[in-house]
């Protein structure tokens, strides 16, 4: 990316200004599965774009922090991502589980609470729930281990497969004091608590940066959004970045809308040839 694209909103304006002046009090978090690796129909082919590494560890040696936000678990965004080990990222932080996980690159380990009680009772019942709502045909289960999710990419009908489950699932999922975290064709049951909004908050308080970008492109994205608005109005310049328009409340909000995975790469990759001047 030879220019960086220009944020349509002032405060996308300020904020892109805030980071290229100070980027070392600048924090860059990015959502994995649809802004660093592209949507695929398998959710255990999915990988980080090839220019992804490249392009966080160019840009991580000049700002405060670069953090991975994710519904992954944290291990899982790891080695799809290719993170472990990368030169450059060793400072990474992988907020896996919407924020309930963290992996430190410095120490290599993830730390994970105490799985839920809710996730084997709500499993338990899981095939006898999709049976009951038709049983979509290409209906595929991710075992997630502090989560189970209901994907319905590569069911028949995909998007009739979403909307039949999504209430029979969120009863279940309330039945065990679970949560129902609806994606792009994906259903999944999670412990409530934490989003990756308040991770987000969380983490801008432990770095202490002073302005923030992040980068999203689906639902779960949506608290990070709100809390990037948050830190705007406590002071704290905010980039919003979308990758792709599957989610039109992200992309309308967004200060930064580019097309996927490979314009997000080069965005990151683009910023911190500015920064390195
Ligand atoms: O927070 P994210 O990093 O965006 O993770 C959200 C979910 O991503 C994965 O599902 C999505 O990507 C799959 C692979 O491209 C795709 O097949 C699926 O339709 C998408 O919903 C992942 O499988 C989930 O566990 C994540 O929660």
């Known amino acids: 990316m030879d220019t960086l694209p220009e944020p349509s909103t002032p405060a996308g304006r300020d904020a892109l200004a805030a980071l290229l002046a100070e980027p070392a009090r600048a924090l860059v978090a990015l959502d994995f599965d649809g802004t660093l690796a592209d949507i695929v129909a398998d959710p255990e082919q999915a990988r980080a774009h090839p220019g992804a590494v490249p392009a966080l560890a160019a840009l991580a040696p000049h700002v405060a ?87 319905t990419r590569r069911a028949s009908d995909p998007e009739a497969a979403f909307e039949a489950l999504r209430a029979p699932l969120a009863e279940l999922a309330a039945r065990h004091g679970l949560i129902l975290e609806p994606g792009r064709l994906v259903l999944e049951l999670r412990p409530p608590g934490v989003d990756k909004g308040v991770a987000l908050e969380a983490y801008v308080r432990e770095v202490g940066a002073r302005c923030v970008v992040y980068a999203g492109d689906d639902l779960g994205d949506l608290p990070a959004y709100a809390a990037v608005e948050k830190l705007r109005s406590d002071g704290v310049p905010g980039l919003l970045v979308c990758s792709g328009t ?32």
């Open 65 to 151: 922090s670069v953090a991975i936000v994710t519904g992954r678990p944290a291990g899982v965004a790891v080695r799809y991502g290719g993170f472990a080990g990368a030169a450059g990222l060793e400072h990474l932080v992988v907020l896996g589980h919407y924020g309930a996980e963290r992996w430190d690159a410095r120490s290599g380990t993830v730390n994970a609470p105490a799985p839920h009680p809710g996730i084997a009772a709500a499993r338990g019942e899981l095939p006898g729930v999709l049976d009951a709502h038709g049983a979509w045909r290409g209906t595929w289960v991710e075992e997630k281990g502090q989560a189970v999710a209901v994907h």
């Open 246 to 277: 599957a989610i039109p409340e992200l992309a309308e909000q967004a200060d930064v809308l580019l097309p996927g995975p490979a314009e997000v790469t080069a965005f990151l990759a683009g910023l911190a040839e500015r920064i390195a001047g």
